[in-house]
């Protein structure tokens, strides 16, 4: 079965740090990009980070840029989201997503269940 499961999340004051993982199973990770996304109460998921396949590429939303680090460990079907100089607005659910695009033109796209990152004083 495919799964995703996200941990790491958890309740932090504003200026400190939270490192979220992502394990995967029941798929080929290293063949697929992966990327973090959050949403906010009331609000639709947005894009926070995304790794390629290999870990050579990485890009930000620039809410987080220079603040937060994605990685990945294909050894480990484990990706990463190292969050530092936490704010209260990133005060999210953070949730992990698998996309590849096959040659056929088929979309491949697995999501987690999502964790909660709180961030207040």
């Known amino acids: 079965q495919v799964q995703l499961v996200e941990s790491g999340g958890g309740l932090v004051q504003p200026g400190g740090s939270l490192r979220l993982s992502c394990a995967a199973s029941?798929?080929?990770?290293?063949?697929?990009?992966m990327s973090w996304y959050r949403q906010f109460p009331g609000k639709e998921r947005e894009l926070v980070a995304v790794?390629?396949?290999?870990?050579?590429?990485?890009m930000y939303a620039d809410s987080v840029k220079g603040r937060f680090t994605i990685s990945r460990d294909n050894a480990k079907n484990t990706v990463y989201l190292q969050m530092n100089s936490l704010k209260p607005e990133d005060t999210a659910v953070y949730y992990c997503?698998?996309?590849?695009?096959?040659?056929?033109?088929?979309?491949?796209?697995?999501w987690g269940q999502g964790t909660q990152v709180t961030v207040s004083s």
């Open positions: 029941g798929f080929t990770f290293s063949s697929y990009a």
């Open positions: 790794i390629t396949s290999a870990g050579g590429s990485t």
């Open positions: 997503n698998a996309e590849l695009l096959g040659w056929d033109g088929t979309r491949y796209d697995y």
